[in-house]
């Protein structure tokens, strides 16, 4: 199960009870793997109200819940580190609350973007460069320690969509002139970092990374030979990690945005690209898998395992409908994905979460 940005811990960035009830369902509707929605590793605000935390105690606590519950209904559960990067904005109250600015490699605002939940209609901001990004380094080390307190099952780092460690590896959102920028090899030395600070914690076997080399989202995406370039570098050197799993996202037209009239993304094969460069850890593909798709690719050995996203959110019990053949028809609510904002009662939040039926109740 893909992470899945639902915007449901409310009222503040604590997990609660549907969120709870969420993974505990999936867990029980056969999902191998989950690995959780986004999860910020410091208090900061985002286009994604609502966003859960792994910062505090009372975070902590309130994971620990939901992963005895998924271990508990016989599932694994990987937390999902996250840091947004210049894609915060000043004006989200989280952001407000921290008294910290919105921090990313280089002072470059991202083009495009929209905030759900402010006022008007505010895009991106040019952020402050982080003088010394082994500061961020050191919060994603502590997020490791506090989601193995939480009793997770291991970590994955979000180094795709044009988050933080997209941001470093991207020349067009990475303008440094020291060690974390310039070169391949230091604009991928902020995310291989982090990662030896999560193996350093968990081991290698419960760390993984997911990435999506094509770009496009939130601005992302290099002339197409320096896009090939540099996520080889970047994925052979944390394959010799010996990961858990790499997680590679395919090009995705609905995470491609027009800007200056034309699609943001370097299109290119992502698996036949980087396939070769994946040799210890496994290999998970991600991006608009169908489940006879998903078959033939492991029936042929080019991937370990599939990753799906948006046909868990309407299908609690996806595994056992593909096993046995039951058809994959929810009609989702797209209004209901990234929840209903912190002035909805707990009820209300339910639907287009945790009110999809399963098999047996149709």
């Keep these: 199960m893909s992470a899945l940005t639902r915007s449901r811990s409310v009222p503040t960035n604590v997990p609660n009870e549907i969120n709870l009830e969420y993974y505990r369902q999936?867990?029980?509707?056969?999902?191998g793997l989950i690995t959780t929605e986004g999860t910020l590793i410091v208090q900061q605000g985002s286009e994604w109200q609502n966003a859960p935390g792994i910062w505090n105690n009372e975070q902590i606590a309130g994971w620990k819940k939901i992963t005895d519950a998924v271990h508990e209904a016989g599932g694994l559960i990987f937390n999902q580190l996250w840091h947004l990067g210049r894609?915060?904005?000043?004006?989200?109250?989280?952001?407000?609350?921290?008294?910290?600015?919105?921090?990313?490699?280089?002072?470059?605002?991202?083009r495009g973007g929209k905030f759900r939940f402010l006022p008007g209609v505010?895009?991106?901001?040019?952020?402050?460069?982080?003088d010394d990004p082994r500061i961020l380094i050191d919060l994603f080390k502590q997020a490791a320690i506090n989601a193995k307190e939480a009793g997770f099952d291991g970590v994955e780092l979000h180094g795709a969509n044009g988050y933080l460690v997209h941001q470093f590896l991207d020349s067009t959102s990475n303008e440094r002139t020291d060690s974390y920028g310039g070169s391949i090899?230091?604009?991928?030395?902020?995310?291989?970092?982090?990662?030896?600070?999560?193996?350093?914690?968990?081991?290698?076997?419960?760390?993984?990374?997911?990435?999506?080399?094509?770009?496009?989202?939130?601005?992302?995406?290099?002339?197409?030979?320096?896009?090939?370039?540099?996520?080889k570098y970047f994925i052979s050197k944390a394959d010799e990690m010996d990961l858990a799993y790499i997680a590679l996202v395919r090009h995705m037209p609905a995470m491609d945005p027009v800007i200056d009239g034309k699609t943001r993304a370097t299109q290119h094969d992502v698996l036949a690209s980087y396939r070769p460069c994946i040799k210890k850890s496994a290999l998970l593909l991600n991006g608009a898998?169908?489940?006879?798709?998903?078959?033939?690719?492991?029936?042929?050995?080019?991937?370990?395992?599939?990753?799906?996203?948006?046909?868990?959110?309407?299908?609690?019990?996806?595994?056992?409908?593909?096993?046995?053949?039951?058809?994959?028809?929810?009609?989702?609510?797209y209004t209901t994905f990234y929840g209903h904002g912190p002035q909805v009662s707990m009820e209300d939040q339910k639907k287009g979460y945790t009110d999809y039926p399963t098999a047996a109740r149709l």
């Design 87 to 110: 894609i915060n904005h000043p004006d989200a109250p989280e952001q407000k609350a921290s008294g910290q600015p919105v921090y990313a490699p280089t002072a470059k605002a991202a």
């Design 26 to 31: 999936r867990a029980r509707g056969g999902a």
């Design 185 to 231: 090899e230091n604009r991928s030395r902020f995310g291989l970092e982090v990662l030896k600070e999560l193996v350093s914690v968990w081991g290698s076997k419960r760390v993984a990374v997911r990435v999506s080399p094509a770009g496009g989202y939130n601005d992302m995406g290099m002339p197409l030979q320096e896009n090939i370039d540099t996520f």
């Design 122 to 130: 505010p895009g991106y901001v040019t952020p402050t460069a982080i």
């Design 289 to 333: 898998l169908t489940p006879e798709e998903a078959n033939q690719l492991i029936a042929s050995n080019q991937i370990d395992a599939a990753i799906f996203g948006q046909l868990w959110i309407g299908h609690p019990d996806l595994v056992k409908r593909i096993e046995q053949g039951i058809p994959l028809d929810a009609k989702l609510d």
